[in-house]
């Protein structure tokens, strides 16, 4: 009985000696995933816009490329 309590009593020790640490990074991802942000409507309609425009921002960089690799032919 005394081998359990021995047992019990470090398994606690090594559990309390973990420290939770929490940076605002984490904390930020962890209230954007549950949606508990200040301002969630706001913020997610930001982030919405940026992932557009990174989209249109590739669009745009595939076409030029198009329209470079077409004038180079035409000019043979």
């Given at each position: 009985?005394?081998?359990t309590?021995?047992?019990?009593?470090?398994?606690l020790?090594?559990?309390?000696?973990?420290?939770?640490?929490?940076?605002?990074?984490v904390?930020e991802?962890?209230?954007?995933?549950?949606?508990?942000?200040?301002?969630?409507?706001?913020k997610d309609?930001?982030e919405?816009?940026?992932?557009a425009?990174?989209?249109?921002?590739?669009?745009?960089k595939?076409?030029a490329?198009?329209?470079?690799?077409d004038?180079?032919?035409?000019t043979?």
């Amino acid at each position: 009985m005394k081998l359990t309590y021995l047992i019990a009593a470090a398994s606690l020790a090594c559990f309390s000696a973990c420290e939770k640490k929490e940076t605002p990074e984490v904390k930020e991802k962890i209230d954007d995933a549950l949606d508990r942000r200040p301002n969630e409507g706001i913020k997610d309609a930001a982030e919405d816009v940026k992932d557009a425009a990174k989209d249109a921002g590739g669009e745009v960089k595939d076409a030029a490329k198009d329209l470079k690799d077409d004038v180079k032919d035409a000019t043979r």
